[in-house]
Structures are given as C-alpha cells and as structure tokens.
C-alpha cells in the first residue's frame, strides 16, 4: 500500500476547494458549483469506505502510516489510523456531503464561499483523526476554526456576530494552552509523534499539569459544563449546515482528543482527575438536560442536550474499560448522526416558517406526515430507545459507570429520564396537539432532497441500533490494546 | 585593507545617494527617474550583499569597529528587500497626495544606509551613527506630507521624543565607555567587573534608547500618533524596516559584550516583552483607525520578537528573526490592501472603510482575510509557526510564564483581529473602491498571501536560512 490514501482523504476536499474558487459564483451556475462540491465530497466518502474495507480489525497498530519530514528535525507530517479513528473519519465524510444536499434552502447568499467552507472545513477535520503528531493535530485542531467562524458569522442569524466572536474566543482561549504543553511535551521527551510518545511514555511528575493543559482545550471543545455557554449560542446563529457540522463533527473532535491523547499520553494523570470528569460530566448531563426541559427554542434545545450527551461521552472514556470506551466512540457516532438530524430536521421547518421558537408550531402532523415520522425517529434515537444507536452507546457506557462507580451512574441513568423527557415534550408540542397557527397550513412536505438527507442518517441510526456489530468489530481490538497499555503503565507508576 | 569589498553594499549605496542628490538638482521633474534609479540601487545593493558577504566567516574592519557575519548579511538583505517594496508600492500614493518628489526615495536610500551601519555595528559610536543617519531621514519622511497638519505633527512628535532616546542611549554608552574604557564590544566584553553597577546602569538606557527606537511598552507613546499621522507608504515602512536594524542591535549588544550580565537584562527583556504584547493586544481593541491599529498590533508583535530575544539562547534569537521576517510579509501584505482602499483619489484608512468589503472586492478581503488570520496566528498560516519558533524557544529556556502570558495575549489580540474581519465580511457593503490597482501594488499583495497561505508546505527552508545565525 503506497498510495497515501489518507492524504488523499485530507487533500481532496481542498482540492474542490479551490477550484471552486477559481470558478466565481454566478446565478446560472450555482447548481454546477453544488455539483462540483457534492462529487468532492461523496468521492472523498466512497474513499473512506474503501478505507474502512481494507482496514485491518485485527491489529491495534496504525495503518496507513505516512510518515514524512516536516519541519526538519521538529516535526514530522505524520498521519495513521486505528480502530479508534477509522469511524470518525466516515463519520465525517458521511456527513459532509448531507450538508451540502441540505445548502439548497437555507443559504441563499454566496453560495460559492459557503462550500468553499465546509470542504475546507471537511479537510480540517479528516485531519484532527488522522493525526499522529501533536503538533500536526494541534494545526488542523485550531484551523478549523477559520472556517467555522466564517460559516457562523456570514450565513448565520441575528446575532451571528456575537456568537462567532465567543465561538473563536472561547476555542482560542482552551487552544493555548494546549500548545503550551505540546512544545513542552517536545521540550521533555524531544519529540511529538504520538506512537513514540506512547512508547516512551511521559514522566508521572509532569503529567499532571500537562494533562490540565489538554483538558482545558478539549473541554471547552466537547463542551464540557460550565465551559458550554458557547454551545448554544454557536448553535442557535450558525446556519443549519453549520449547525450540523458543528454537532455532528467538531464536537468528536474532543472525545477523540480525550482518548488519543489524555489517556493515551497521561494515564497516571487520568487516573487521578477520573474524579474531576465524572462529577463535570454528571453535573453536565443532569444540569444542561434540566435546562434543555426548559428551553422556548429548538435549535436551543438540541444544543443542550448535545451537551448532555456529550456528558455521557466524557463518563464512558473515564471509566477506563471496553465497554465505557466502545460505548462512548459509539455514542459519539449515533450523536453525530442524531443530532445532524435533527438539526436538520430543525432546518426543514425553519426554512418555511422562520421560525424556531417552539411555539409556533403544534400540529403539524396532519400536514407534514413524512416529516413527522422521520422526526420522530430520530427523536426516539436522541432519547436512547432500544433499537437506536442511541441506546448501544448510553447502554455501554452506563453499563461501564455502574462497575466503577455506583452514584455516578446512578445519577447519569436520571439524565437519561430527563433526556427522555425533554425530547418526547418537544416532539408533542410541535408535532401533536391542536393545529392553531392558520400559517401553518400553507406548509409543504419534505421535498426530495430533504427527505433523502434525512433517510440517509435514519437507515444508519436504525441500522447500528439493531446490529452494532460493524461498529463494535471495528475498534474492539483496537481499545482492549489501548486499555491495556493504559493500565500496564498505571501499574508500572505506582 | 584588503577586505574592503566587503563593504561595497555601504559604498555602493552612499555613491549612489550623492549622485541621486545631484541628479535630481540639475535635472528637471527628475522624481520618476529618480525613483526608479532608487529601486534599481536598492535592488543592487542587495544583490551585492548577498554575493560579497552572505557566506564569509565573521570578519571586522576599522578596527573591529564594523563586523560582516551571516546576521549582519542577513537582515540587510531583509532592510533592503523590504525597502525596495516599500519603494515599489508607494508611488501611486505619494502622487495623488502630489508629494512625489524626489527626496522621498533618496531620503529612504540614506535611512537605509543608517541601518545597514547599525546592523554591522560592533562599536557604540558606529551604532550611533548609523542610528542618527537613519533617524534623521526618519523625521523628515514622516513630516513628508508637508501640507498636512498631522503629518507636521507626526515628526515633531517623533524628533522630539527620539531626541530625547537618542539622548538616554549617548548617556548609556558614555557611562559603558567610563567603566570599561572602550566602545568597542569585543573590548567591552572583556573588560568589565560583573559586579559593577554602572554598568547596568549603561546596559538599562541604551536598552531604552533601543525599545524606544522598536516602540516596545513602555516607550510606544510615539508610535500610534506617528504612524497614523504620517503617509501610509511612510508608516508602511515604519512598521518594518527601522525594527529590523534596532532588533539586530539589540541581539548584537545584548549577546556580544554583556552576555555574562544575562541575569541583569533578562528581566528587562522579559518585562518588555510582556508588556508589549499585552499592551499591544488590549489598546488596539478601541482603535477605529486602521494605521493606529497596526501601530498597536506592532507594538505586540514585537513584544513576541523581544520573548525571543530574552531567552538567551541562540535558538531563541534565531526565532525572532523567523518572526521578524515572517511579520514583515504580513506587514507588507496588509499595508498594500490598506493602499488599495482608494475612491477617487481619496484613501481610506478608518475600520469602518472596510465594510462589506467581501462583496465589492472579494479577492482583496479574501488576501485581507488571510492576512489578518495570520497576523493573529492561527494555523495552518506563517503566522502561527512565527509563534510557535518563540514559543519553543521561550518554553526550552522553562519560561513558562512568558509562554502562557504570550499565548494568553493572541487570544487577546485575536479580538481585535476578528473585528476587523467582522466589518469586513458580517456587515452591509459600503461603495465600491476604484479597481485599476498599479500592478506592483497587485503583485506585493498576492505575493505575500500566497507566501503566508502555503508557509506551512516548506516550513523548512526559512528555517534553513536562519539557522546558520551563530551569535554566541
């Protein structure tokens, strides 16, 4: 295997990247440039497929490995996959061609640049997985901030501004300090590849303090309560694509960091702030469902309970073991997927009434039948009904808490109530009750492309909820060999 | 004096001068011809630089009073390349103010003549000539736009204020010369007793004198009036060319003779540094001017240099000059946007000039765009690894506390950043500016974005360059 098929991954939405810039956004060509982003994306997803096809589950090791100099003497451009980071990347290429088939309504100016966005933004991402060195992560880690800020700020709604600006800032802020600890990761062990780091293993006096350093990057990205606030906000001004992309992706990026490289690089130090996650993860999952109970805004809520859900994550890859970490990894797809949808879903009532304050609607059943039924299987999927992905993830992962620590999960399981709660409430008042907005009436059922968007995230969903096997085959060699290592070198410290 | 031609650059450029002086005398509406002479000296000038003196081993002349090595070769490539563009550039600017004359590029070749002694210095006097030859052109460029009651003011301001640093760093280097009995560094470092305080003393003004001259905090008071007030091809060059001979003085005085005093002028460096970029980053958020804006962001952007230059280690100052030339292809990058903003024959220069300027001109606020992202530092642009060679550089000396005061202060400075990005793409559009660009203008434009878009590919080769910088 020479081709470097995971640099093919990286660069080709790029590629369509710019050479939709050089074709300039007229009114007659505006479907030729869909065209041209959607053929980059959907063969960067057939790609990954074929990636996910010869990649080897048997072996724990990275496959794929490119390794190149970079930086001579510093950096080396070095890019692998596992087990762990095979799923996000399909994850990501599945993604991203449904938010462009999406664009059709909702972004109406500059159509051009906005694709210009997502592919940079796609390449970004694809990057953050395949990764293997910090430095290397860090750069497609913070780039994507770029694009995300302009996605945000130009296309999104009234007060886009303000919630570009915390998005960045807040991101910016956690970033830093990452990168401080990487150059002294370089600093103490004279190199930033991963795979060595994992060799050599970093010294227990310095892990603490270093894995605060990542912990403040990767919380604020996950997010993780109380550095959520920006969540909502980013959530309720992006446009629906951005919405999507940021639930759907950007929001992994994190749960990955967490595993790759909080408890990669710093057992000893997870071990002893497993305490300080499960009670920010408990506080975010009952705290932030509670507030999304409350919540007059659809896209306010979905964005709650991503944090809440994301709680969950945080808890499965703290609890060092198979299921926890299998169960999160898979929660964090069915996440993707779910919540993807139902911004979308959000999306599709948004372009035709303008409105996402919950009240407006009621009803709509009658008028929108296939909306309704599709929408309610994604709302079923958010609450972890069995049958789901939903349910395969939080199943594991509290499965996991209750071994290791009895209140914790105790408490979470509440959080599941409660998610059950808010989503069923939501899914009442806006598709059941009695129709009293007259506005309502003029409403038309998902077109075509909307519909196939949505079928496409609700075939997986269903999918993995009856039959994770795919899944679980994919990464379980993969972190039985992470956790073993995890805990030899605990062992060893000691 | 058998190593003369190793001075031919300073020859070559001070010939040129006079003969430019006497040229534009007799000859009548000479500025054009003069000023495409100017470019072509410049243009010479370097490629003699780079051919006599780049690759020789450290030699002295004059009685080791002038000193050719690879950093001395260096940055004068960089002064005279920067102002060739500088040169290049500002020729549509200075005619629509009616102000291109032919003292502008031949008051440009003497500053740059002034920096080029500076920068091979090895004496306290020949460093002080050099810095009054280009100070003293300095004043008269930024009063250039005589009719202007700003651009009067502006060097006023800057005479009467760098007289007076010109002032504390004579009082430095007399006390220096009192204590050790010469001027000279290689005398001056073998010389003097560790435990004098004098000598501190003497270290402290010229280093006032010197941040004076880089406007690093505290002594920035000037920059902000100066830069606003003086043309935008003189600020442009500001910005750049003068902080490259101040910084090589300062690698140069700080390295040679006092390195063994490295505890006594850490903690000013490290003081400066910070106060700089903090200051930098928080005084440029209320700005409304863009020229007073960059004034402040340069403020900060020296204050990463300066982190570079505190650490005492030959990594570190190798990465102030990495930054130094990546800041300066920012620089040139955002001033030739900013002379782009022109609407019959009236330029631009507040924020809010920018607005919606993504829909009228979408390639200049795209190369805008990426400009100013990288001026923040963020990955995957030149800016970011400019940070990140000091931040490696700071962090293996174990400052941390500079490191995370510096990173805290681009998050800082990233508002502001943002901001301009904000009125740029997020609001209503304003008129259109006029598009028939001159073509150097154009080409400097592309030719930094693309530099500072694909940095990232062959991150190696600036640092190739840089590396055989071999001070201590």
């Known amino acids: 295997m020479n081709f470097p098929i995971l640099s093919s991954l990286i660069l080709l939405p790029s590629i369509g990247a710019l050479f939709l810039f050089f074709t300039r956004s007229k009114s007659e060509n505006k479907i030729t440039v869909k065209y041209v982003a959607l053929f980059t994306s959907l063969v960067n997803f057939f790609l990954s497929i074929y990636l996910w096809f010869l990649f080897d589950q048997t072996t724990s090791a990275f496959q794929f490995v490119e390794d190149r100099v970079w930086i001579e003497g510093l950096i080396n451009y070095k890019v692998g996959i596992d087990g762990i980071s095979i799923l996000f990347i399909i994850l990501t290429t599945f993604i991203t061609p449904l938010c462009i088939i999406s664009v059709n309504n909702s972004v109406t100016k500059r159509l051009n640049e906005f694709l210009i966005a997502i592919l940079v933004m796609e390449t970004f991402m694809i990057g953050v997985f395949c990764s293997l060195d910090l430095v290397v992560f860090y750069l497609f880690f913070e780039a994507g901030l770029i694009p995300m800020f302009l996605i945000i700020g130009i296309w999104g709604g009234a007060r886009r501004v303000y919630s570009a600006f915390k998005f960045f800032l807040f991101t910016l802020l956690g970033s830093v300090l990452m990168l401080v600890a990487i150059i002294s990761i370089y600093w103490i062990t004279g190199t930033t590849d991963v795979v060595q780091l994992y060799e050599i293993g970093i010294d227990t006096k310095y892990q603490n303090l270093l894995w605060l350093a990542f912990f403040s990057s990767f919380a604020v990205k996950t997010p993780m309560w109380p550095v959520h606030t920006w969540l909502p906000d980013a959530h309720v001004e992006a446009p629906t694509a951005g919405s999507v992309l940021l639930a759907a992706i950007l929001l992994k990026m994190a749960g990955y960091g967490f595993i790759r490289f909080s408890l990669g690089l710093f057992p000893s130090a997870s071990e002893v702030f497993t305490p300080l996650i499960y009670t920010l993860s408990v506080i975010a999952i009952i705290f932030t469902s509670l507030i999304a109970l409350m919540q007059e805004d659809m896209k306010k809520l979905i964005a709650y309970s991503s944090v809440a859900h994301m709680g969950f994550v945080t808890l499965g890859i703290f609890t060092i073991q198979q299921q926890g970490i299998e169960g999160s990894i898979i929660q964090m797809i069915s996440h993707g997927l779910v919540s993807a949808a139902l911004f979308l879903c959000v999306g599709v009532v948004y372009d035709r009434m303008h409105s996402r304050l919950i009240a407006t609607y009621g009803g709509i059943v009658t008028i929108l039948p296939k909306y309704a039924i599709l929408f309610m299987v994604f709302t079923l999927a958010a609450l972890g009904l069995p049958g789901t992905s939903g349910f395969v993830g939080e199943f594991l992962i509290l499965m996991a808490a209750f071994k290791d620590n009895f209140l914790v999960a105790v408490l979470a399981s509440l959080g599941v109530i409660i998610g059950a709660a808010y989503m069923l409430w939501l899914y009442k008042r806006v598709i059941f009750g009695k129709l009293i907005n007259s506005e309502l009436k003029k409403m038309i059922d998902l077109n075509k492309s909307e519909a196939f968007t949505l079928t496409c995230l609700a075939i997986p969903t269903l999918y993995f909820g009856f039959y994770p096997e795919p899944l679980i085959n994919t990464i379980e060699v993969s972190i039985s060999d992470f956790i073993d290592t995890y805990n030899f070198s605990v062992a060893s410290k000691k | ?472």
């Open chain 2, 1 to 472: 004096m058998n190593n003369i031609e190793l001075i031919f650059s300073e020859i070559f450029i001070s010939l040129s001068i006079m003969f430019l002086l006497i040229l534009g005398v007799f000859k009548k509406d000479s500025s054009k011809i003069i000023h495409n002479i100017s470019l072509l000296v410049l243009l010479i000038t370097a490629v003699i630089t780079f051919n006599e003196t780049l690759s020789i081993n450290p030699t002295t002349l004059f009685n080791e009073s002038i000193i050719i090595d690879y950093l001395s070769s260096f940055m004068k490539i960089i002064t005279l390349l920067a102002a060739f563009v500088v040169l290049l550039i500002s020729s549509n600017y200075l005619r629509s103010f009616k102000i291109f004359k032919i003292e502008y590029p031949i008051l440009i070749l003497s500053s740059v003549l002034g920096m080029m002694i500076m920068i091979s210095s090895n004496d306290l006097i020949v460093f002080y000539m050099g810095l009054e030859l280009q100070s003293l052109a300095l004043y008269v460029l930024a009063t250039f736009n005589r009719d202007q009651l700003k651009s009067s003011e502006a060097g006023l301001k800057y005479f009467v204020l760098s007289a007076l640093s010109s002032g504390l760093l004579l009082y430095g280097c007399s006390l220096i010369y009192g204590f050790t009995g010469s001027t000279n560094f290689n005398v001056i470092s073998t010389q003097f007793n560790t435990n004098e305080y004098a000598i501190t003393f003497g270290i402290v003004f010229i280093l006032v004198g010197l941040a004076f001259k880089i406007s690093a905090v505290p002594f920035h008071m000037w920059a902000p009036d100066v830069y606003e007030g003086s043309p935008t091809s003189v600020t442009l060059f500001f910005t750049m060319v003068p902080k490259i001979a101040a910084l090589t003085v300062f690698i140069r005085f700080l390295y040679v003779p006092f390195l063994n005093l490295i505890d006594q002028w850490q903690m000013i460096l490290v003081f400066l540094s910070i106060a700089s970029m903090l200051f930098g980053a928080i005084a440029a958020i209320g700005q409304k001017n863009l020229k007073r804006l960059i004034a402040y962001s340069s403020i900060s952007h020296i204050g990463y240099a300066l982190a570079g230059l505190a650490t005492g280690s030959n990594e570190g100052i190798q990465s102030s000059v990495i930054y130094m030339t990546i800041y300066i292809i920012m620089n040139l990058g955002f001033f030739s946007c900013l002379l782009m903003m022109k609407r019959n024959n009236i330029y631009y220069e507040q924020i809010d000039d920018l607005s919606g300027l993504s829909k009228n001109h979408p390639l200049l606020s795209i190369s805008l765009l990426i400009i100013l992202f990288s001026l923040a530092g963020i990955p995957p642009l030149a800016g970011f690894f400019a940070k990140f060679y000091i931040f490696k550089s700071v962090i293996e000396q174990s400052m941390y506390f500079l490191a995370i005061v510096g990173l805290l202060s681009t998050v800082v400075a990233a508002f502001y950043y943002l901001r301009i990005i904000k009125i740029m793409y997020f609001d209503e559009e304003k008129d259109s500016y006029d598009k028939d660009h001159n073509l150097w203008l154009k080409l400097s434009l592309t030719v930094s974005t693309i530099l500072i878009l694909t940095y990232f590919i062959f991150p190696s080769e600036l640092i190739d360059v840089v590396s055989k910088i071999n001070i201590i």
